[in-house]
């Protein structure tokens, strides 16, 4: 992601799960995105996605949607909610020292399922890189705002916050595997605010990197309980249950 005069036109190089719409404040998009801030204003909006993942969980694998957990269906509907918001907002920081405040009330979407959805959000202000208040901003912008508002919303449910906070160190790990092998030579720079993200609460405990800087969560997205037939085995990557080499 070069540095330029629209760093968020140049997120889609990363891949569909960084590419974005940039808008100005001033003029948010009209239909067909709908704003975000309905996931936790409408409870059904939230249930009815929680819904529809439950069904695609239950088709991958092969069963009935009645024999998915709806906790299951919750908790990776959360994740992936939060990884696609997540994304783009740590390729920003570390690409250009830009932390783009994710307000779901500025964050537009079209919530389609089978693939990063599509996302808007508002164009960052250019700032200078300031590394060493980096983390806390992202902390602050990102992870106290829309973030958090997902996280209380996936409370309605009987889902432990333990796995709630779990899934956004994952979805952030996740993130930080995709941009360092898109652009290696920032892989040192997405390490270091992984890792100081996860030295703080709210993710103080909820994972921890390895020597080769691997994401290990210390909780599961519960995924493995929808194994089947089609899925006989259902472990992600950095699960705390997944064998480590």
């Known amino acids: 992601m070069p540095e330029g005069p629209n760093p968020v036109a140049a997120l889609e190089r990363l891949g569909p799960f960084f590419a974005v719409l940039g808008y100005q404040p001033t003029a948010p998009p009209g239909p067909p995105w709908r704003p975000m801030r309905e996931l936790v204003d409408d409870p059904a909006t939230l249930a009815d996605r929680v ?5 695609a969980l239950a088709t991958a694998a092969g069963r009935e949607a009645g024999e998915v957990e709806e906790r299951v269906a919750v908790s990776v509907a959360q994740l992936g909610l939060v990884a696609r918001l997540v994304a783009p907002a740590l390729a920003l920081a570390v690409g250009t020292g830009a932390v783009v405040s994710l307000s779901l009330s500025r964050l ?87 890792s100081a993200l996860l030295r703080a609460e709210p993710l103080r405990g909820a994972a921890s990197l ?36």
């Not at 819904?51 to 069904?55: D, G, L, Q, T, Y």
């Not at 432990?160 to 360092?180: D, E, F, P, Q, T």
């Open 210 to 245: 390895d020597g080769a800087g691997r994401l290990h969560r210390r909780s599961c997205c519960l995924i493995y309980r929808t194994a089947g037939a089609a899925r006989p085995e259902n472990l992600c990557g950095d699960c705390v249950l997944a064998a480590r080499p």
């Open 51 to 55: 819904a529809r993942v439950r069904v």
């Open 108 to 194: 537009y979407w079209e919530p389609t399922l089978g693939g990063p959805f599509p996302l808007a959000l508002p164009n960052p202000a250019p700032v200078s890189p300031r590394p060493a208040e980096l983390a806390g901003e992202f902390r602050r912008a990102v992870l106290d705002a829309a973030v958090r508002d997902l996280v209380v919303a996936a409370g309605r449910w009987p889902l432990s916050v333990r796995i709630r906070w779990g899934n956004v160190a994952s979805a952030l790990g996740g993130a930080a595997g995709m941009l360092a092998a898109g652009r290696p030579e920032l892989a040192g720079t997405t390490r270091t605010l992984l």
